[in-house]
């Protein structure tokens, strides 16, 4: 179903106006027949015909002129009102203006009372207190579409990652109607169909990319090996939900404009183990570079001793100095020399 879009109905002032002096030409209609049928029998004459046809006919119009005032529509910037004559789609009123429809029009927004954790969801139950004390609620949600971008933020989920590990991620995403027809028909209701896709698209995503670059793992489908990964190729990731989001709610007259990764960690089980690994990984590459650093170094000493000739060394003797330095440079704590005070043999 494609939208229509109504054109030239921002007649609503002109309407009021017209019906609001139809009424008051009723209204004196209707007292001029009462007064001349009144002289008529105070005459003790017939009544007019002309006097009974004015009462009648004043009183019909005053009794029925409200209904066009129903086909009156207000709508604010980005907002919508999709309309249905007896079942039957009959177009959508769209822009800010004062709008004169068929009073016989109903509004119609399946998900006008559904509050999801987005913008927009603002309740609309108001109470009131009825005569004898109580509270009451009175339920003034709107048929208005917003056509504005709202932001939905789904709930956190647990999903194994291409490894099986469980982590934890919430996505932002934000998205706006742009086709009022398809919102309102093609599904029962778009906002919850749309956190729905949301979940469904962000498990199949998720689940191509490990949580950090591991070894041997194909996140493009192309057969060759990368580094995409949850935590380093955020932006990619968000781009590939974002489309994956839109692919399934194009029916539903959806345009997603924005995908973004709000929170992203290893699930309670195993944060404890990964927070260790990551340590250990850590402590090993700080090695390693302590380790080459200190090599550097020791060759360097070697090399300045046996350029200048300061000393001379054995081979016994070098790799006791060796053995020596590397320990002091690679060692957790500060090293306590022994100083030798006899001769260097």
Request: proline share 3%; hydrophobic share 45%; net charge negative.
């Amino acid at each position: 179903m494609n939208e229509i879009v109504l054109s030239g109905k921002k007649n609503g002032m002109a309407a009021l106006l017209i019906c609001i002096a139809v009424l008051l030409a009723a209204i004196a209609g209707v007292v001029f027949g009462a007064m001349g049928m009144d002289a008529a029998e105070t005459a003790g004459e017939d009544t007019p015909v002309l006097y009974a046809v004015l009462f009648a006919v004043s009183l019909v119009i005053f009794c029925t002129g409200w209904i066009p005032l129903c086909g009156l529509r207000v709508l604010a910037p980005n907002e919508a009102l999709v309309l249905t004559l007896f079942g039957k789609y009959v177009g959508t009123l769209k822009g800010d203006g004062f709008f004169c429809v068929n009073p016989f029009c109903v509004s119609v927004n399946p998900a006008a009372k559904t509050k999801l954790k987005q913008s927009g969801d603002v309740s609309s139950v108001q109470s009131a207190v009825s005569s004898d004390g109580n509270s009451i609620s009175i339920d003034t949600t709107s048929k208005k579409l917003s056509l504005k971008i709202m932001t939905l933020n789904n709930s956190r989920q647990k999903i194994n990652d291409c490894l099986g590990n469980p982590i934890e991620i919430g996505i932002a995403v934000t998205w706006r109607i742009v086709d009022t027809a398809k919102a309102v028909f093609n599904v029962d209701n778009y906002k919850e169909f749309l956190s729905l896709q949301c979940d469904s698209a962000l498990r199949n995503i998720v689940r191509l990319y490990p949580y950090d670059v591991a070894p041997n793992i194909d996140t493009t489908g192309d057969g060759i090996a990368d580094d995409g990964s949850l935590r380093g190729s955020s932006e990619l990731v968000a781009s590939r939900i974002r489309d994956e989001i839109q692919n399934r709610v194009d029916e539903a007259g959806i345009e997603v404009v924005e995908a973004r990764i709000t929170y992203l960690a290893y699930a309670t089980e195993i944060a404890a183990v990964m927070l260790q690994r990551q340590q250990a990984s850590a402590i090993i590459d700080a090695r390693k570079m302590i380790v080459d650093g200190a090599v550097g170094m020791v060759e360097m000493a070697l090399d300045r001793l046996a350029e200048k000739g300061t000393v001379t060394l054995d081979e016994e003797r070098k790799a006791a100095m060796v053995s020596n330095l590397l320990v002091v440079l690679c060692g957790n704590h500060d090293a306590q020399p022994v100083v030798n005070s006899g001769s260097l043999y």
